[in-house]
Antibody
Framework: QLQLQESGPGLVKPSETLSLTCTVSGGSISSNTYYWGWIRQPPGKGLEWMGSIYYSGNTYYNPSLKSRVTISVDTPKNRFSLKLSSVTATDTAVYYC????????????????WGRGTLVTVSS | DIQMTQSPSSLSASVGDRVTVTCRASQSISRYLNWYQQKPGKAPKLLIY???SLQSGVPSRFSGSGSGTDFTLTISSLQPEDFATYYCQQSYGSPYTFGLGTKVEIK
């Protein structure tokens, strides 16, 4: 059964770059059936889609974050990563990696499998 | 961006009640509307996709309806494990936005 697991530092200083990795187990990230995304949730607040990637490397970003976000895929290691630059306290959130299905032309943009999430706090 | 507005923001209900949560989009999104359930400290779980398609493994007491701008999630008979926060999400266009959630609490 496919599982997703986020990993990375739980504390990042303001102005630095947040880096997280999502490791896919029980299946291949190179499947042409799925896309892989990042979604975050500030404490006590709602959900925000940050961006997604296909195994080929094609990326899709939330325009509000596009200047600060980079998502990459490492197919040999079966994982994908998130980098968010110039972080501030407003970037404090639980960060989830998630899967969504590929369609005939593009992706289906609903998330059918999620990691457990990891809390990242931005503080000096 | 497409804004998703959920109502109510919270509700109290009893086991066995029929519960309805509403989601309104700021523009027409056809049937590209999805529903998630989130329990405290857990990741969201997909319940309904494309407005009315039940995700595999989700109990049939959950149903979704609507198209255009107005959508509904219905729980036909609320069970103890259904007390949670429910989010709608549009998958019509980027950025793929979520509502602020409806918290279903025990009366």
């Amino acid at each position: 059964q496919l599982q997703l697991q986020e990993s990375g530092p739980g504390l990042v200083k303001p102005s630095e770059t947040l880096s997280l990795t999502c490791t896919v187990s029980g299946g291949s990230i190179s499947s042409n059936t799925y896309y892989w995304g990042w979604i975050r949730q500030p404490p006590g607040k709602g959900l925000e889609w940050m961006g997604s990637i296909y195994y080929s490397g094609n990326t899709y970003y939330n325009p509000s974050l596009k200047s600060r976000v980079t998502i990459s895929v490492d197919t040999p290691k079966n994982r994908f990563s998130l980098k968010l630059s110039s972080v501030t306290a407003t970037d404090t959130a639980v960060y989830y990696c998630a899967r969504h299905r590929a369609g005939v032309v593009t992706a289906h943009w609903y998330f059918d499998l999620w990691g457990r999430g990891t809390l990242v706090t931005v503080s000096s | 961006d497409i804004q998703m507005t959920q109502s109510p923001s919270s509700l109290s209900a009893s086991v066995g009640d029929r519960v309805t949560v509403t989601c309104r989009a700021s523009q027409s999104i056809s049937r590209y509307l999805n529903w998630y359930q989130q329990k405290p400290g857990k990741a969201p779980k997909l319940l309904i996709y494309d407005a009315s398609s039940l995700q595999s493994g989700v109990p049939s007491r959950f149903s979704g309806s609507g198209s255009g701008t107005d959508f509904t999630l219905t729980i036909s008979s609320l069970q103890p494990e259904d007390f949670a926060t429910y989010y709608c999400q549009q998958s019509y266009g980027s950025p793929y936005t979520f509502g602020l959630g409806t918290k279903v609490e025990i009366k």
